[in-house]
């Protein structure tokens, strides 16, 4: 394959056989089917329980289950189509265009992550109807109280507006880095915006965008809190409604199992759209060039961004201050989470760390060794990341308990269980930091000698290190809010913030709730801070 | 990496070091693990209260009794636990009917009025939450005379119900126990068809009643007098049906001893505490539930438990028709 001469930033995509096809090492592969294990634990145990429990549907009619199908799959199309338009238009405005105080606005477009979607519900339904925090204000300036936020809309609005940080997360990095001087070249030659925008812009974003529409559309089957608080059916619901009101737990696993044959239909519809784009850009550490905006491009991109950043986060955390302060009125005590807090950031930190090591073989074996097979250990992390966490984490108390009883209760089997529930959101973003990777630098290190892991560490390792550090920002995240594993597998004791929100919340002790959820946005705002201001290496 | 690894190990230092409930300091009075389906927000003073009076330390893991059921079933032979408490009589008569708990003895037993135990003493009532009506009396003139009129069309398009939460579910067994399936699902399948409001669980369906934004909900008694304390004043009015009507069907969190529990004596020192006079008068306080002991009081404009019609069934069969009214729930399409 040709080496790009010294002033190039793309490489050409004529050596993409050789390099995509090569035979897998041994020692690679091995590594590769370890980090898989996790998430194969729990599709194994539904397909196990499938068989004994004869498959059957726990009294529910195939009619329910296909309006259950239909109602799921246009809450996901719908969440999926805002959340990659919001992401892609926060992270293209905060990277590539002269806005003012854009680090700001880039660290605000993320800070929504944080919010799990039971809090965020929570505070819709505060906001809304009769007695709302909102309804208040719009009342008082003659506006007349709101509905309450019920149904598919609000659903489809939670899911957006907490969510949509995904894509910006993952399409940031890539706008970062992306070859400006072809852009450039384009519109030298004449090309509209829009036009190099098509064909030279977006088809660098493909697969980043991809990625994270994925992750979207999957978090949006396996979703309960939002669903469920804001009245809108799906399967993850009915789900919870089987193992809530039963003692037999198979009906539940039952219907996770067809949940996952959902989210494979569309994980290869994904792949289908995806293709087999590979793209290498050398990233030289030159800064991009900031577009300028015109007056008033400028007071709409403000606008955008301003409104989007109150529903996502200034309407949540004024409502959770309002219960504060209610309750405080009230002389109700709000407790110290001190602990919590450390406990939820350990967790975070080891779960981020073992899904980066998990991602990082299972990306090589992706992207530089593509087979049959190694699509399948993609579908398969894929396809756990759809199921509800309840059912991943009975699916680890069961395997701990019967198999690995020195792991059960221990951080272990939890950690272990966070991998399997979030390996794609770190697979995503490896595999869209080694697509960005030159393989001839890999090629000419080797050619000079150096061992297949000392190039890894000298070179490959460092230019992936900007796409890892926000796969690992997002697995933390992610793991920070997560509750129903936690609460099945956790230490006893262990209590994180999470557990502490729920607690409070189930018990309709909203001050003490908010208290919490307060402090794991502020507490969950300070790592996003750091990863969003930082500037490529 | 170099900077990450150190600050995983102080994250974990000190993370071991606010281990809280999980690792005190070992006192001399021994130590007990609690399966607590009641939430930490309710119990954790309690808790604190008995580890300085008997000199045991408690380990407790809180989740939903449903989860800790489940769990327990799984864990089997093998569990470290030594006392269940559960929200909900159903998952406590799973357990009991699993086999794992040993029944308990007659001075703890006899603390509580049969009624609200298990017949066969492998659990014991702790406390009582009530299923009541809360209406609005500015929406509702007046309350349904009993359930069956809640499938009228008066209430069309006007009452909260929460179908997927445990309450809900616990009431709909009950029913079932009392009236049979067939009258069940015919209730069931006149509210589906009455147009209600769902929601996920009781708490917002006080908060949407007060409020105005519906007239009225199937709930526990206990979260109208929650949101009082929170918000100062409500408007909103609870009301218990008539006598023998499933719609008042008394719940209990009961507590029992696993019979591989390792820790006997702490684990019924531990159950004898919670029916104590002292710890009755807790309850009602601060979480405002009915205490089981006689002469324990009643919760503030609440029915008395006396007075509250009682269904003549065992508690503990409640876990045999549980997953036929989830069953039926589903078949009424209020899922």
Redesign the interface.
């Known amino acids: 394959m040709a080496v790009a001469p010294a002033g190039g930033r793309l490489a050409p995509p004529s050596g993409r056989m050789a390099v995509g096809h090569r035979k897998t090492p041994r020692s690679l592969a091995f590594l590769g089917l370890l980090a898989i294990v996790p998430s194969v634990v729990p599709i194994a145990l539904l397909v196990v329980v499938g068989v004994e429990s004869g498959a059957t549907t726990?009294?529910?009619?195939i009619r329910?289950l296909l309006e259950l199908a239909i109602s799921t799959g246009a809450l996901t199309l719908a969440t999926t189509i805002a959340a990659t338009a919001i992401g892609t238009t926060t992270a293209w405005l905060t990277t590539r265009t002269a806005l003012p105080a854009r680090k700001m606005w880039a660290t605000l477009s993320t800070i929504p992550l944080v919010i799990p979607s039971y809090v965020g519900a929570l505070t819709l339904?505060g906001a809304s109807?009769?007695?709302?925090a909102l309804s208040r204000i719009t009342d008082a300036i003659g506006l007349g109280t709101l509905p309450?936020f019920?149904g598919f809309w609000a659903a489809w609005a939670a899911l957006t507006l907490w969510n949509y940080p995904f894509v910006h997360l993952l399409v940031a990095p890539v706008l970062r880095r992306s070859a400006v001087v072809l852009e450039e070249a384009a519109r030298g030659l004449g090309a509209s915006r829009g036009r190099m925008f098509a064909t030279i812009v977006l088809p660098q974003l493909r697969p980043a965008l991809s990625a994270a529409a994925l992750l979207i559309a999957l978090y949006t089957l396996s979703d309960f809190g939002a669903v469920?608080?804001l009245?809108y059916?799906t399967f993850t619901?009915?789900i919870?409604?089987?193992?809530?009101?039963?003692?037999?737990?198979s009906p539940a696993l039952f219907l996770s199992a067809v949940l996952v044959v959902l989210a494979l239909v569309i994980i290869v519809a994904e792949r289908r759209i995806r293709g087999r784009a590979i793209l290498h850009s050398r990233h030289t550490g030159e800064p991009t060039r900031p577009i300028p905006l015109s007056r008033r491009a400028k007071v709409l991109a403000l606008g955008f961004l301003t409104l989007v950043t109150l529903a996502a986060l200034g309407l949540p955390a004024s409502v959770l201050g309002y219960w504060v302060w209610?309750?405080a009125s009230?002389g109700?005590p709000i407790a110290g989470v001190?602990?919590e807090t450390?406990?939820a950031?350990?967790a975070g930190?080891?779960a981020a760390?073992a899904t980066i090591a998990a991602a990082l073989p299972l990306a090589f074996i992706t992207i530089r060794h593509r087979s049959r097979w190694s699509g399948w250990l993609e579908n398969i992390a894929w396809s756990t990341y759809s199921l509800p966490h309840l059912a991943v984490g009975?699916a680890f108390?069961?395997v701990a308990?019967r198999f690995v009883?020195v792991t059960y209760?221990t951080l272990v089997i939890l950690v272990a269980a966070y991998v399997a529930m979030f390996l794609p959101q770190g697979l995503g973003a490896a595999q869209t930091a080694l697509r960005h990777v030159q393989p001839a630098l890999e090629e000419a290190s080797r050619g000079l000698g150096v061992s297949p892991i000392a190039t890894f560490r000298k070179i490959t390792f460092p230019l992936m290190s900007p796409g890892l550090a926000a796969g690992a920002a997002i697995v933390f995240l992610s793991v920070m809010k997560e509750l129903p594993a936690t609460?099945?597998l956790r230490?006893?004791?262990?209590?994180t913030l999470a557990?502490?929100i729920w607690?409070?919340a189930?018990?309709?002790?909203?001050?003490?709730a908010s208290a919490a959820a307060l402090v794991l946005l502020a507490v969950s705002s300070v790592p996003l801070y750091v990863l969003v201001t930082r500037e490529p290496q | 990496m170099k900077k990450?690894i150190p600050?995983?190990l102080a994250?974990?230092v000190?993370?071991t070091a606010?281990?809280?409930?999980?690792?005190p300091e070992d006192l001399s009075g021994g130590s007990l693990?609690l399966y607590s389906g009641r939430?930490?927000?309710?119990v954790a003073p309690l808790i604190e209260r008995f580890e300085t009076e008997t000199g045991i330390s408690v380990?407790?893991?809180?989740?939903?009794s449903?989860?800790l059921?489940?769990?327990l079933?799984?864990?089997?032979e093998?569990s470290?636990a030594d006392v269940f408490w559960s929200q909900d009589p159903?998952?406590a008569g799973?357990v009991a009917l699993a086999g794992m708990f040993e029944p308990l003895p007659d001075e703890i037993l006899d603390r509580v009025p049969d009624r609200f135990s298990d017949s066969q003493g492998r659990w014991v009532g702790v406390t009582a939450r009530a299923r009541v009506f809360v209406y609005n009396p500015e929406a509702a003139p007046a309350p349904p005379t009993d359930i069956w009129a809640l499938t009228d069309p008066e209430w069309s398009g006007k009452i909260g119900v929460a179908?997927?939460?445990?309450s809900f579910?616990a009431f709909v067994s009950g029913m079932v126990l009392a009236e049979g399936e067939d009258r069940t699902l015919q209730w069931l399948q006149g509210i589906a068809a009455n147009d209600p409001?769902?929601?996920?669980?009781?708490?917002?369906i006080?908060?949407?009643t007060?409020?105005?934004?519906i007239a009225g909900g199937l709930v526990n008694h206990y979260?109208l007098l929650?949101?009082a304390?929170?918000?100062?004043s409500v408007t909103a009015v609870n009301y218990s049906f008539p006598s023998g009507d499933p719609g008042s069907l008394v719940m209990v969190s009961g507590a029992g001893m696993l019979s591989t529990a390792t820790n006997r004596d702490e684990a019924r020192r531990f159950i004898d505490f919670l029916v104590s006079d002292e710890i009755q008068a807790f309850f009602l306080s601060e979480i405002f539930e009915y205490p089981l002991v006689e002469g324990a009081g009643t919760p503030e404009g609440q029915t008395p438990l006396a007075e509250l019609p009682s269904l003549d069934i065992d508690l503990s069969d409640l876990?045999t028709t549980?997953?036929r009214?989830?069953?039926l729930?589903?078949?009424a399409?209020l899922?």
């Open positions: 726990a009294g529910i009619p329910r339904l109807g009769n007695g709302g309450s019920r469920s608080l009245g059916e619901k009915a919870y409604a089987q193992f809530r009101g039963r003692i037999d737990v209610r309750g009230q109700i001190g602990a450390v406990r950031g350990l930190f080891l760390g009975l108390l069961v308990i009883p209760q609460l099945l230490p006893t004791g262990f209590e557990v502490r607690s409070a189930s018990e309709s002790l909203y001050a003490r | 990450v600050l995983i994250l974990a000190a993370a606010c281990g809280g409930s999980g690792a693990v939430s930490e927000e309710l380990e407790v893991r809180y989740a939903g449903g989860e059921a489940t769990t079933l799984q864990e089997g093998g470290p159903a998952f799973a179908p997927t939460n445990g579910v409001v769902i929601y996920d669980g009781n708490s917002p006080v908060a949407a007060d409020a105005g934004d979260y929650r949101l304390n929170e918000q100062g876990a549980v997953d009214a989830t069953e729930i589903a078949e399409g899922t």
